[in-house]
């Protein structure tokens, strides 16, 4: 399989080790990943504050960038859901290119579990961790159930996560609240969006958690900013970092 | 609602209320209470997700047809006795129940919540006009009392704590001062609203659901004050939004049972009353349907389904933006993610901030029980408001720098390299300082010396080396 990574341009400047245990879990699994050298964003910023018309050229760019590959995986359900769901404002409908490239983005565990049936990862975390839900995987990509509707969905960052030796997975009071990043919001609005993070780190603290686990870095680089400035006991870490078998660094 | 209106900026409306923290907890906790609780009701029900896909279809199909059915609700509730008036807007509803009221020649309205009402400014509308109004509603009750508009649609004085209503009581009930026992407080208000009902000489009503085939309507409350209040006077004045139309009795059910239990998570609302006419020859029955601004959002093929909305509130209930920020912080008759999407419909430029208002969590989407795409229709807002030039400037260049960088891959390359470098050699003080939002309360992540595509081309040489930094 002809595999294409993508790795959101915060991830690439900021969490390369995200990108690296991405590219590492997909090879430990067989596959042939390719990094086009020239990709950026997906466009999600301009587009979630409405300026389609800066949103557009970015993802032409990306749909050209990324065309011909069997799958396209990216570490961010977030990034993959503008994709999946937003791009269309952008193509016609019948725009072939684009139709394809869309059916081919996936979010990383969506990849492992859905296409590659991948149930097991070898190796082993032994710490007790929470996952944090981040909205879009789950309530745009319907990676796992969510708490507002009635329907079954298998939890494909859970699957993955528990069959790793000696973790344990500790549960929330309310398990799939934003934690109030939500892009240009985070700085928009701070108050409410700091209020939101806040009181999520404060959950999993209460959990008895060591260690935030999320598909989405972009959520985690908002608590971590909240963590670290107000000293909290707790770490975050990317699935992909879990289950790549990187340690959980020592308490700063 | 007035064009002189003052914009609204949500962040600033919502500053105080969030940063005062324990309050802000407290609204928090009391409407994820709500919502737990209607969770445990949604549950209990195996159908839940199929009564919602039902609730959907009825009502898109109610407002694709929605003359058709308007028509013979008209020709039914005036077969029945009742009288049927039409408005096109807010100012028109109102001189049509002030005409009612000056035929009658009432004085004293008793009114039970309506949600119409308020959009349409019908208490100070009346009251200018020398009428007194008196809400019912407990919750409304305390709002009107304290000179304030609801909070919340279903829950209308929830920011208000019960130590609050005590003092409200006190000054214009006469309640022993620092009276905060919620029993007490109930009490001191039936008593009071005994007198108002048995003094009132006129009855206005909201509607919840008005059914074409029999030209019947539904009045969903909690405390009965509706049905006392339409039965000791003679006339009945009920103010209906168009869209709260159904097309069969047989309908309804869907909707009674997904209202009560995604509003406060009850099975059903304690009073679910139906009229069907005025209740004798020497009673009056009126409806009025109002437009103000649904035909407009009937004809747009990106909002119509939020024309669905049963007012529920459990978007609000659900929506961590609002219970954090406090729902007068939208400034809006309807305020959370239903208020932020109808609010700019009828005013764009005066909502501007409220499609913002929104991390586009999607949790309204999936608690809705009538299935609006509600963060969709606020993502599709920004859009519009983009267009019409009512995007801050700021924002604006922000985006259109961000787009061509990400246009250009060495300029990305090149502007990443310079950020993380300049993030590790400045001095804190540079970096996270009042002019950078982001790291008022929040650091900034360590910058790594190296870039991903760095590394890739350094670890990975199947990939033509490029120039990176």
Known sequence: MNVALFVPCYIDQFFPDVAIATLELLEAQGVTVHFPPSQTCCGQPMANTGCSAEAAPVARQFVEMFAGYDAVVCPSGSCVSMVRNHYGDYFAPDDEQFTQVRDATFELCEFLVDRLNVREIEGRFPHKVSIHSSCHGLRELRLGPCSEQQTPRENRLRILLESLADVEIMPLTRIDECCGFGGTFAVTERETSVAMGVDRVQDHIAAGSEVMIAGDMSCLMHMQGLISRRKMPLRVMHIAQALAGRELAPSP | ???????????????????????????????????????????????????????????????????????????????????????????????????????????????SKSMLTEECGLNEFLIDNGIDVVDTDLGERIVQLRGEHPSHIVLPAIHIKKEEVGETFHQHLGTRQGEADPQVLTEAARGHLRGKFLDGEVGITGVNFAIANTGGIVVCTNEGNADLGVSLPRVHIACMGIEKLLPRFADLGVFTRLLARSATGQPITSYTSHFHGPRDAQSELHIVLVDNGRSRIRDSDTFRDSLNCIRCGACMNTCPVYRRSGGHSYNATVPGPIGSVLGP?????????????????????????????????????????????????????????????????????????????????????????????????????????????????????????????
């Open chain 2, 1 to 111: 609602m007035s064009p002189s209106l003052p914009i609204i900026d949500h962040p600033r409306a919502a500053r105080d209320f969030v940063n005062n923290v324990p309050r802000s907890h407290w609204h928090d906790d009391a409407l994820w209470f709500v919502r737990v609780k209607r969770d445990r009701q949604a549950q209990s029900l195996p159908e839940w997700e199929y009564l919602r896909e039902q609730a959907s279809a009825i009502k898109q199909h109610t407002i694709a047809n929605l003359g058709t059915y308007l028509q013979e609700f008209e020709a039914n509730a005036s077969r029945m006795g009742a009288v049927v008036h039409w408005a096109a807007d807010a100012a028109e509803h109102n001189q049509i129940v002030l005409k009612l009221l000056q035929k009658n020649n009432a004085q004293r309205i008793i009114k």
């Open chain 2, 345 to 469: 419909a009828r005013e764009p430029k005066v909502h501007k901030s409220l499609p913002y208002a929104c991390s586009l969590c999607g949790s309204c989407t999936d608690v809705c029980p009538v299935k609006i795409p509600l963060h969709h229709q606020l993502l599709a807002w920004r859009k519009v408001l983009v267009g019409k030039r009512l995007l801050a400037w700021n924002k604006r260049v922000g985006m259109k720098a961000a787009s061509i960088l990400f246009r250009h891959p060495r300029l990305f390359r090149f502007a990443g390299y310079t950020g993380r470098t300049a993030l590790r050699v400045l001095p804190k003080a540079l970096t996270h300082n009042r002019l950078n939002e982001w790291a008022i309360d929040r650091d900034l992540p360590t910058p790594p010396r190296q870039s991903f595509r760095a590394w890739y081309a350094e670890n990975r040489k199947q990939t033509k080396p490029e120039d990176v930094k």
